[in-house]
């Protein structure tokens, strides 16, 4: 074979680029924005954000604790832990091929004799039993210990240990062990004990990284001891809360929060969460999987919404619960110290009430899987009846009831307008062929609720001289396989422009939608992703930031893009600037060119794109970003819009 020479070559290079079709340019449309034609004001609880007792959105995710069953739920047996393992679907777009796994037996390892330990239901710390040690008394090692505990190099971690025991059981050794080595450890000596159970405080420094860490309790004495519960969590931590996740969370800049449920409420007893934490007991999750500690219950949560800065939308169980509990949830919440429910509250560290406006009165109980699910006309009396309760303390709440488009919905209307300020819907898609599709599901199922909730204004007298709007307070794709623990999926660059659009739509009958809440915030279904050292933003989550913080607040109306493009437009609060955001679900570049009627565009402006390499391109902690948003000033050419494939593009122009 002959080398061609240099010269050669080039000419050969030449001939190909010039025989090469040069590629189309993008397609060039107008869009027009009309900036007279305002709508009803975008509620900013459109943003609303919704965490549930479920999987790893709280325990896992939120929450600092890093132990499971830290009150022992489960006996400890001597058994291996074991972890009910999920495989993910056929498809595996990074081909790691993550399961999740669900604790379904004790995760507490027994160190020396096996059958030293027992659980003991008399005397029990908290819960059914606690697991009580019969020390050897010859000097052999012997305790309990977890293992799988995520530990950084140079962190600190704090937390206590509760102990009863026999005098000659002490020193109790507590430590904190990062790798196999006799210096990979920092233990914490516990030289006293005692009859009653007396908490201890626990303070370490892991000096290396690992995601097998353990915590040991044992000792060399002899007698018994008893373990009545144990916690440890980064020192870091925001009132028990993870730092890491709350920093991501923040960027959300959510106004509303849901909890605590979703299909849990049903099953849920609210007293289970308030007082001592370590006193709580601990329960089988009543609507899905797992264990529920009852570490975080109201006072938890609105230590959470305060630091987030955010407000409660707080669900009262309709289920198996009653008109009297959820009054007595009200009281606690909002009444004076002066009551007998606000007088509990202040006992347990709050004597300022809360002041939580939004309830949500139930959840999904149209769905036969709904604990305590009941025919409608039955349901259409215990809502009202729930109502009043709630009233008769608190006039001024502000009730959601449960709906469901179509019978459901229209008879909650027709028969309890007097007894809600808002009806919520739900609405979740699946994965499509194609992108275009896949996005455009979103629209048609929000546009659905809307015309149906219009026809009702029409047609009920019920609502005549009424504005019961809507609070879609589940709203999400909800598909794939479970990476993040129990309904963790994935989220994908395709899913944040389907979002983008969701959106869109709820601009488009502002005067509807009230309040939207992304279901959910953390790991389930999630906006934010975690594992047990880090936390990032999905997809999904960039574009709720992004709308949030750089979308106007008063739509236009606009025209000349059709589908599969939508766009929509709208004015900042102050009118100084035009906001005009472009989702694109093609795998085709657009140029837009912007006709702005009825304001002068300055010329200045901002241009904000997420995309990323493909449909599938998605984000995890700890690596580097599939999918982000990029920033461009414009200083010249905001009066055109130029669109990346498989992209949100907004665009923020200033105009007078």
Known sequence: MRVPTAASAALLIALIVSLTPSPAAAEETTLTVDATATREPISPYVYGQFIEHLGRCIYGGLWAEMLEDRKFYYPVTGEAPAWEMFKPGERSYDGEGHPYELLVRSPWMILGPKDGVEMVTEGAFVGEHSPRITLPGDGTLAGLQQERLGLEAGREYTGRIVLSGDASAAPVEVSLVWGGGASDR?????????????????????????????????????????????????????????????????????????????????????????????????????????????????????????????????????????????????????????????????????????????????????????????????????????????????????????????????????????????????????????????????????RRVADAHREYRKELPSLKGKDIRIALDEWNYWYGPNEYGELGTRYFLQDGLGIAAGLHEMFRNSDLFLMANYAQTVNVIGAVKTTKTAAEMEPTGLVLALYRHRFGTVPVEVGGVTAPLDVAAAWTRDRTALTVAVVNPTDEARQIALDVRGAEPTGEGMRFVLTGTDRWAHNAPGRPRGVDVTRTSLETGADRIAVAPLSVTLQVVRAR
């Open 186 to 446: 920092e233990t914490v000596r516990i030289d006293q004990l005692g009859g009653d159970y007396t908490t201890h405080p626990l303070s370490f420094t892991a000096r290396g990284a690992t995601d097998n860490g353990r915590l040991e309790i044992t000792s060399r004495g002899s007698g018994r001891l008893t373990i009545g519960t144990a916690s440890i969590m980064p020192s870091d931590n925001i009132l028990g809360w993870r730092a890491d996740t709350l920093a991501v969370v923040k960027e959300l800049n959510s106004p509303v929060y849901r909890w605590p449920g979703g299909n849990f409420v049903s099953g849920y007893d609210w007293k289970d969460g308030i007082g001592d934490r370590d006193r709580r007991p601990p329960r089988k999750n009543p609507a899905w999987k797992g264990v529920e500690s009852n570490d975080v219950g109201l006072h938890e949560f609105m230590d959470l919404v305060r630091e987030i800065e955010t407000e409660s939308y707080v669900a009262v169980n309709t289920g198996l619960g009653d008109a009297a509990s959820a009054a007595e949830q009200v009281q606690y919440a909002n009444g004076s110290v002066d009551t007998p429910m606000g007088r509990l509250r202040a006992e347990n560290g709050h004597p300022e009430p809360f002041g939580i406006e939004w309830w949500a009165i139930g959840n999904e109980m149209f769905g036969d899987w709904q604990l305590g699910h009941m025919p409608l006309t039955a349901y259409v009396e215990k809502h009202k009846e729930v109502v009043d309760a709630m009233r008769a303390v608190d006039p001024g709440i502000r009730p959601i009831a449960v709906g469901a488009v179509g019978e459901w919905s229209q008879t909650m209307l027709a028969n309890a307008a007097d007894h809600m300020e808002l009806l919520s819907e739900h609405l979740y898609w699946q994965d499509k062929d194609d992108v275009p599709a896949h996005v455009e599901q979103v629209i048609e199922g929000i």
